[in-house]
């Protein structure tokens, strides 16, 4: 069982960068797919999350109207799409499986109780 999560780096205020979380090793589609963020003397915090029937999305206050997650099943794979980038975004991004088989239209950014984990990716916005 494997999540992993790449696609971060440097960037500058304003501007964008696209998350990848890949998943193999389970059904990706019995799983909602969360992306979590935890910057430095933080608590780790829910930032989006869609459900395993990935017909329904969820923001945190912080990033929508900014932040886009999707997710192409062929690839086993959720984006997270992250415009007009703040330094406040920069952070250790997660992402993280937790199992809906019998909730497909479920999905939740707390980060108790989910089944797998990736290792993070570190994003940092430049002022």
């Known amino acids: 069982v494997q999540l992993q999560a790449s696609g971060g780096g440097l960037v500058q205020a304003g501007g964008s960068l696209r998350l990848s979380c890949a998943a193999s090793?389970?059904?990706?589609?019995?799983?909602?797919i969360g992306w979590f963020r935890q910057a430095p003397g933080k608590e780790r915090e829910g930032v989006s999350c869609?459900?395993?029937?990935?017909?329904?999305?969820y923001y945190a206050d912080s990033v929508k109207g900014r932040f886009i997650i999707s997710s192409d099943n062929a690839k086993n794979t959720v984006y997270l799409q992250m415009n007009s980038l703040k330094p406040e975004d920069t952070a250790v991004y997660y992402c993280?499986?937790?199992?809906?088989?019998?909730?497909?239209?479920?999905?939740?950014?707390?980060?108790?109780?989910?089944?797998?984990w990736g290792k993070g990716t570190q994003v940092t916005v430049s002022s």
């Open positions: 869609i459900s395993s029937s990935r017909g329904n999305t």
């Open positions: 090793g389970f059904t990706f589609d019995d799983y909602a």
């Open positions: 993280a499986a937790d199992l809906t088989l019998y909730r497909r239209n479920y999905c939740r950014a707390e980060d108790y109780g989910m089944d797998y």
